[in-house]
């Protein structure tokens, strides 16, 4: 049974940094690709924020471009998301995202297993 257990969110002032991890356990996490989400209050829809491909392939949510960074430890089996320069706008849940497809998009659906998230506030 795939797991995904995000932690590292908190509160911050804006321009603060936080650092999100997501620990992945029963997947072939090695093999395939992985990505954070995000859903603020009141959103129905999960925006995609960045995704990341086996061999290190990235994307990002042009939204989050120059701030924040996905990176993988495959030893460690664990998804991280630097988040540097952190704007009010994004305060949100932050989900950790799996799939067993090779892909770096940022579309909700093309992903299967789904951590329960972790809160980020920043204020003003």
């Known amino acids: 049974q795939v797991q995904l257990v995000e932690s590292g969110g908190g509160s911050v002032q804006a321009g603060g940094s936080l650092r999100l991890s997501c620990d992945a356990s029963g997947y072939d996490y090695n093999r395939r690709s992985m990505a954070w989400f995000r859903q603020a209050p009141g959103n129905l829809e999960r925006e995609g924020v960045a995704?990341?491909?086996?061999?290190?392939?990235?994307n990002y949510a042009d939204s989050v471009k120059g701030r924040f960074t996905i990176s993988r430890d495959n030893a460690k089996n664990t998804l991280y998301l630097q988040m540097n320069s952190l704007k009010p706008e994004d305060t949100a849940m932050y989900y950790c995202a799996a799939t067993r497809s090779i892909t770096t998009t940022l579309l909700a659906r093309w992903y299967s297993f789904w951590g329960q998230g972790t809160q980020v506030t920043v204020s003003s």
């Open positions: 995704a990341i491909e086996r061999d290190g392939v990235t």
